[in-house]
């Protein structure tokens, strides 16, 4: 098992940036492929891009490519979303992921979560 923590939420305007941190601990880290999803007020939760464990691949949804960043470094335990050119649209509890690396990485259910960090977007 693996326990997830998210931080670096905050209140942001419009065109700002932020990084989010997914911290991990339990089993090693570099066994799971990690992934972010956001939920907006209203909305189900959505995919916004994964990064496999070792570091290589990544994907994410069309809605953030080329604005989000995701990367990981396994020697802390922590996967990152680096966030530029923020939209109102952005607004949502963002959330880190993990699923096991035997698993594929593109679609398919994650094995744990995170209780998530609140990023606004606001003027």
């Known amino acids: 098992q693996v326990q997830l923590v998210e931080s670096g939420g905050g209140l942001v305007q419009p065109g700002g940036s932020l990084r989010l941190s997914c911290g991990a601990s339990g089993r090693s880290f570099s066994s799971y492929h990690m992934g972010w999803f956001r939920q907006a007020p209203g909305k189900e939760r959505e995919f916004v891009g994964a990064?496999?464990?070792?570091?290589?691949?990544?994907y994410y949804a069309d809605s953030v490519k080329g604005r989000f960043t995701i990367s990981r470094d396994n020697a802390k335990n922590t996967v990152y979303l680096q966030m530029n050119s923020l939209k109102p649209e952005d607004t949502a509890v963002y959330y880190c992921?993990?699923?096991?690396?035997?698993?594929?990485?593109?679609?398919?259910?994650?094995?744990?979560w995170g209780q998530g960090t609140q990023v606004t977007v606001s003027s």
């Open positions: 992921a993990a699923k096991l690396r035997g698993a594929v990485l593109r679609g398919g259910p994650y094995d744990y």
């Open positions: 990064i496999s464990w070792e570091n290589g691949p990544t």
